[in-house]
């Protein structure tokens, strides 16, 4: 299986911050590598697709960069309802896998 | 709209049986790869398998081979995780989630989940 290492796994920042988050694979995975954000207790919601592509109704402050191992998700000028658990699959190879996961907290 | 809706939180105690739900709506049911994922309390998520409903095509992540059981009925527009004899380390939230497109594709829809807690 293809193992996603997503750092940090925790991250403290203020409303307004300018923050970013890496996903590194194991092998490379073209640009096939999505990005989500997890509220407590609820579904995940898809931010990033193919890497790079915001999904419909995402807000633009968040963008996905990079291709092939190392992948980043930023997020431009931190809102309130940005605090959240984050994210990345890769679904180059199945099985698909996940990041650990980034959480995102108010400082 | 595509919706995935998922059956409601179960509690079972160890060596039960038990089979969760996930309907589709609002798209092509037999067109899509649906998955099942995993969520431990407190932890990250794992796909466990993915169903083809179109041909039943089923497929598991090896961690998961023979401990759960994915199926589909197509009449219904529903996929099926079920467990033969659950253990407490089955105790997680479930969520079904369809992908976008074939298998080499990311998940676009979730379903809102189904918490299983597993407890003598």
């Known amino acids: 299986d293809i193992q996603m290492t997503q750092s940090p796994s925790s991250l403290s920042a203020s409303t307004g911050d300018r923050v970013t988050i890496t996903c590194r694979a194991s092998?490379?995975?073209?640009?096939?590598l999505g990005w989500y954000q997890q509220k407590p207790g609820k579904a995940p919601k898809r931010l990033i697709y193919?890497?790079?592509n915001l999904q419909s109704g995402v807000s633009s402050r968040f963008s996905g960069r990079g291709s092939g191992t190392e992948f980043t998700l930023t997020i431009n000028s931190l809102q309130p309802e940005d605090f959240a658990t984050y994210y990345c699959?890769?679904?180059?190879?199945?099985?698909?896998?996940f990041g650990q996961g980034t959480s995102l907290e108010i400082k | 709209e595509v919706q995935l809706v998922q059956s409601g939180a179960e509690v079972k105690k160890p060596g039960e049986s038990l089979k969760i739900s996930c309907k589709g709506s609002?798209?092509?049911?037999?067109?899509?790869?649906i998955g099942w994922l995993r969520q431990m309390p407190g932890k990250g998520l794992e796909l466990m398998g993915i169903?083809?409903?179109?041909?039943?095509?089923?497929k598991y992540t090896p961690s998961f081979e023979g401990q759960v059981t994915i199926s589909a009925d197509t009449i219904i527009k529903t996929a099926f995780l079920q467990w033969s004899s659950l253990k407490a380390s089955d105790t997680a939230m479930y969520y079904c989630?369809?992908?976008?497109?074939?298998?080499?594709?990311?998940?676009?829809?979730w379903g809102q989940g189904t918490l299983v807690t597993v407890s003598s």
């Open positions: 989630a369809r992908l976008d497109g074939g298998i080499i594709a990311p998940i676009d829809y």
């Open positions: 609002g798209y092509s049911f037999t067109s899509y790869w």
């Open positions: 169903i083809y409903p179109g041909d039943f095509d089923t």
């Open positions: 092998q490379g995975i073209g640009d096939d």
């Open positions: 193919a890497a790079s």
């Open positions: 699959l890769q679904y180059n190879t199945y099985p698909h896998t």
